[in-house]
């Protein structure tokens, strides 16, 4: 039987969808950057994201698997009328472990045409600890080639304190967790404020996931939180589809970008 | 729907096993090796679990791991454990490990149903 991990790593095999992150500014957004998500194989069992990462973690092949989706992001990408800021996913681990990443990930950004400064890397990561000095370096080389960097997920898991200080980052994403239901919990609103706080003190800008009503919305805004994504603007979709969608006719805005 | 996830490493089973519980309405994610297993169990919720307990070569016991995870990631969840080298010392591992049943392989899939429903119909 052909094993899972040989048909995650055929050419293809992992698809790749976008998702609008916008800015709101006087009742109105624009596409402020796209990130790009992973979709494993259609109608295998790491079709979900979180499988499929589940799986290479097992696996003990993260790096692999984030490489491929790093190359197929950037293939898509390319297929776009025009580029917006993009935002990809890698692991704290990738960015401490694999050789050269830095050298090998920017070769690959040229050959697509994706220039550094429309490039952004979200930090995730599930254990640590990791090799930090690599962990560091890497993030220096690509940051002095003009790529911006986040920490995901902020607020759960190993993305917090620790991984702000060691990143320094350029975005705050914030965990969909702490972001649904803000409108009605003083405790998430608590959070938000600080985390708003944190950035302004910082020079990040923080970036809400998982916004998808209108209480959620208005208390983000309320809080200076105006970079947002989420299914109230928009699912992720295929870049196809993207191309077509009302939020991407105008051109991107990336005004408000940390430099 | 009753979500079943089955785990076996031989694919004319794993399809067969599949299509029989699908026509039976069940929803049927299906997994090939043990770490396949484990992550489909991290992040969806099944209310029963069917597990081979050699998931490589002949002997070899990854089933008997698939019950230890789920027993940790959610212990009510009911499992049955099938296996063509069943030995009193095997049963008895694989019900410490949650196991509400085993049964010898190959086992008649009407039997395998009736077992099966029996204990979802005993979960609370």
């Not at chain 1, 080639?145 to 994403?173: E, F």
Request: charged share 25%.
């Amino acid at each position: 039987m052909k094993r899972v991990l040989d048909r995650i790593q055929g050419p293809g095999a992992i698809r790749m969808e976008f998702q609008p992150i916008v800015k709101a500014s006087g009742g109105e957004v624009e596409l402020y950057a796209v990130e790009a998500l992973a979709r494993g194989p259609r109608g295998t069992s790491v079709e979900r994201p979180e499988v499929l990462f589940e799986y290479a973690r097992r696996k003990g092949v993260e790096s692999d698997i984030d490489l491929i989706c790093i190359t197929e992001a950037f293939e898509a990408y390319a297929q776009l009328p025009h580029q917006p800021l993009l935002s990809i996913n890698v692991h704290g681990s990738t960015l401490a472990s694999v050789d050269h990443f830095s050298d090998r990930i920017l070769s690959a950004a040229k050959a697509y045409g994706v220039a550094p400064e429309n490039l952004m890397f979200e930090v995730l990561e599930y254990r640590a600890p990791w090799a930090i000095e690599t962990f560091v370096s890497t993030l220096e080389m690509l940051r002095d080639a003009g790529v911006r960097i986040a920490v995901d997920d902020l607020g759960v898991g190993a993305s917090n304190y620790q991984m702000i200080v060691d990143c320094h980052p350029d975005y705050l994403k914030i965990d969909r967790h702490v972001v649904r239901g803000c409108g009605e919990d003083r405790w998430r609103r608590a959070v938000l404020e600080s985390i708003a706080t944190l950035g302004s003190s910082c020079g990040a800008v923080p970036v809400a996931e998982g916004v998808e009503t209108d209480a959620d919305l208005e208390t983000l805004l309320d809080l200076g939180i105006d970079t947002l994504q989420g299914w109230l603007f928009a699912h992720s979709m295929p870049p196809e589809e993207l191309a077509l969608h009302p939020l991407f006719s105008a051109k991107p805005s990336l005004k408000g970008q940390c430099s | 729907m009753k979500q079943l996830l089955i785990v076996d490493n031989e694919e004319t089973i794993l399809f067969a096993l599949k299509r029989y519980f699908s026509k039976l309405r069940y929803r049927v994610d299906a997994a090939c090796e043990l770490e396949e297993a484990e992550a489909l169990v991290a992040h969806t919720r099944y209310d029963l679990v069917i597990a081979d307990l050699s998931l490589t070569s002949g002997g070899s016991t990854e089933g008997l791991e698939v019950l230890r995870f789920l027993r940790t990631r959610s212990p009510k969840t009911p499992a049955i454990l099938l296996t063509a080298f069943g030995t009193p010392a095997v049963e008895r591992e694989a019900r410490r490990r949650g196991a509400k049943a085993v049964l010898a392989k190959p086992q008649p899939l009407p039997e395998l149903a009736r077992v099966a429903n029996a204990l979802l119909e005993a979960q609370p």
